[in-house]
């Protein structure tokens, strides 16, 4: 549909018509247009070979019937837009790197004591190492992981698959495992979410019940201190 003239717009729907507002449709082809339920849907534009949303469906005069109808401009709600989805990129702005990096080493929840995780990521490997207790005191040691992942999106939840070893076999911190049967036992999940290389959200769910630590990276590796 063709954007069409603010002047053309006010003549349709009054001198109130925000100036900022977009309005586009044809006047000769009334078969072409928005109608009832597309209300939030996108407008979009080609600029330099590209698809841009330019506008979002607000109103119209019916359906279909020669008279352009009303989209808010994205552009004005850029603000809102980012404060929710900080990663959305807007026309003329530098692309937002969504790649998370740097994410190697210590981290915790400052709201539960004595728990923590092991991040350890290799150019293409992740795996996890948690180190807590269960509801009745006993300490858990779990290992996350490993999964492939060659980069790690901003607020993409990665999903691992979690098993126990010597915590099952009569391990403490302080005391080897009871039993010489040393292998890993199935335990249950982990999403794991970054929000930034030093801020993510990790929920375990498994035999133990479930549990959900917003961390916060407590130690670097040197020379590889987070940036973001």
Same mark, same amino acid.
């Given at each position: 549909?063709?954007?069409?003239?603010?002047? #053309?717009?006010?003549?349709?729907?009054?001198? /109130?018509?925000?100036? $900022? !507002?977009?309005?586009?449709?044809?006047?000769?082809?009334?078969?072409?247009?928005?109608?009832?339920? @597309? %209300?939030?849907?996108? !407008?979009? *534009?080609?600029? $330099?070979?590209?698809?841009?949303?330019?506008? *979002?469906?607000?109103? =119209?005069? =019916?359906?279909?019937?020669?008279?352009? =109808?009303?989209?808010?401009?994205?552009?004005?709600?850029? /603000?809102? *837009?980012?404060?929710? +989805?900080?990663?959305?990129?807007?026309a003329g702005q530098t692309p937002v790197n969504t790649d998370v990096t740097d994410v190697n080493? +210590?981290?915790?929840?400052?709201?539960? @004591?004595?728990?923590?995780?092991? &991040?350890?990521?290799?150019?293409? &490997?992740?795996?996890?190492?948690?180190?807590?207790?269960?509801?009745?005191?006993?300490q858990l040691w779990l290992i996350a992981g490993p999964i492939n992942v060659s980069h790690i999106?901003?607020?993409?939840?990665? %999903?691992?698959? +979690?098993? %126990?070893?010597?915590? $099952?076999?009569?391990?403490?911190?302080?005391?080897?495992?009871?039993?010489?049967?040393?292998?890993? #036992?199935?335990?249950?999940?982990?999403?794991?979410?970054?929000?930034?290389?030093?801020?993510?959200?990790?929920?375990?769910?498994?035999?133990?019940?479930?549990?959900?630590?917003?961390? +916060?990276? !407590?130690?670097?590796?040197?020379? !590889?201190?987070?940036?973001?």
């Open positions: 549909m063709p954007i069409v003239d603010h002047s #053309v717009c006010a003549g349709f729907y009054g001198t /109130g018509t925000p100036e $900022n !507002l977009i309005c586009a449709g044809y006047s000769d082809n009334p078969s072409t247009d928005a109608c009832s339920g @597309d %209300s939030g849907g996108p !407008l979009y *534009i080609t600029q $330099n070979g590209q698809k841009l949303q330019a506008g *979002i469906v607000s109103f =119209g005069n =019916g359906c279909g019937v020669g008279s352009p =109808g009303g989209y808010l401009p994205v552009s004005a709600y850029q /603000g809102f *837009i980012q404060q929710y +989805v900080p990663t959305a990129a807007f080493g +210590v981290w915790y929840d400052p709201n539960k @004591d004595g728990t923590g995780y092991v &991040i350890l990521q290799t150019a293409d &490997i992740l795996v996890l190492y948690y180190y807590g207790y269960r509801n009745n005191g006993t999106e901003r607020g993409k939840t990665l %999903s691992l698959s +979690v098993v %126990s070893s010597a915590a $099952n076999n009569g391990a403490t911190f302080t005391a080897p495992p009871q039993n010489a049967d040393n292998d890993t #036992v199935p335990w249950g999940n982990l999403s794991l979410t970054f929000d930034s290389c030093n801020r993510a959200t990790a929920t375990l769910d498994g035999t133990d019940g479930s549990v959900t630590h917003h961390l +916060v990276k !407590l130690v670097d590796p040197k020379n !590889l201190a987070c940036t973001d």
